[in-house]
């Protein structure tokens, strides 16, 4: 649905766009409101990234524009979210083991010259005792 309104230079085109009023006119420019959050040329690293939140961070990151580096332990989970997603790709990494840390940071600084988003998303589940459970746990 469209409809006129002015005249002359100031004249404009009233239409609707996903449901919102869009205001069309040769003088003013048209800008995009998200441009600002593009992550187009971003390396993102996205630890837990198989599934839940960490999933759905990579996806969104993806979606911003951002070469997203899925890492896991669950490398068949990431491999799907990889096939699904083009500038998704997926790493095995178990957090919890300090040379797969440094094996997942060696590679992402010599395949993308390093990252510039991190979601630290990995981790273990579990109901635990701040003040009385074991410090390795707590580093796992």
């Known amino acids: 649905m ?3 309104c002015g ?9 609707e766009f996903n449901g919102n009023s ?3 006119s040769p003088s003013v ?30 996806e969104v990151l993806h979606g911003a524009g951002a070469v997203v580096i899925a890492a896991a332990r669950r490398i068949d989970l990431l491999d799907e979210l990889s096939e699904k997603y083009p500038n998704c790709h997926s790493f095995f990494a178990d957090l919890s083991d300090e040379s797969s840390i440094e094996q997942l940071a060696t590679r992402v600084e ?4 390093g990252a ?21 746990r707590f580093e796992k």
């Open 29 to 58: 420019e048209r800008v995009d409101p998200f441009a600002a959050f593009r992550l187009d040329g971003r390396v993102a690293v996205v630890t837990g990234a198989s599934s839940g939140l960490g999933r759905r961070f990579a």
């Open 22 to 24: 869009v205001i069309d």
């Open 116 to 136: 510039d988003i991190l979601v630290n998303n990995a981790g273990i589940g579990g109901i635990f005792r701040a003040l009385s459970d074991p410090v390795e």
């Open 2 to 4: 469209k409809y006129r």
């Open 7 to 15: 005249q002359g230079t100031a004249a404009a085109t009233i239409s």
């Open 110 to 113: 010599s395949e993308y010259g």
